[in-house]
């Protein structure tokens, strides 16, 4: 399974920016697929993740500015980022959990069987 994720790039504060992940193959309707970040010098953090049933869950650091969704039929996931802010900027990674109708914690990286390479976000002030 490969996900390419697509819609990086440099905007100001205050922007918006949607990032896409589409899985190349993989039953993606029962799967769960998350959002994490990489700034530089810093660990991989958790952003965003949704279950198969449409339950959702958001770092605190970005509750009420990023939105997922998924689009089953298209195998793709989506992050809407808005409001954007410099501490923003980092490389985003979407990853899959493809055990089927999984219950268990999505904000840990382990739980997460495939990543895609990674798309640069800048939020400049």
């Known amino acids: 399974v490969q996900l390419v994720e697509s819609g990086g790039g440099l905007v100001q504060a205050g922007g918006s920016l949607r990032l896409s992940c589409t899985a190349s193959e993989g039953t993606f309707s029962n799967a769960a697929m998350g959002w994490f970040r990489q700034a530089p010098g810093k660990e991989r953090e958790f952003v965003t993740a949704?279950?198969?049933?449409?339950?959702?869950y958001f770092a605190d650091s970005v509750k009420g500015r990023f939105t997922i969704s998924r689009d089953n039929a298209k195998n793709t996931m989506y992050l809407q980022m808005n409001s954007l802010k410099p501490e923003d900027t980092a490389v985003y990674y979407c990853a899959a959990n493809l055990k089927g109708y999984w219950l268990g914690p999505l904000d840990i990286l382990r739980e997460y069987d495939y990543w895609g390479q990674g798309t640069q976000v800048t939020v400049s002030s």
């Open positions: 949704m279950r198969w049933n449409g339950a959702t």
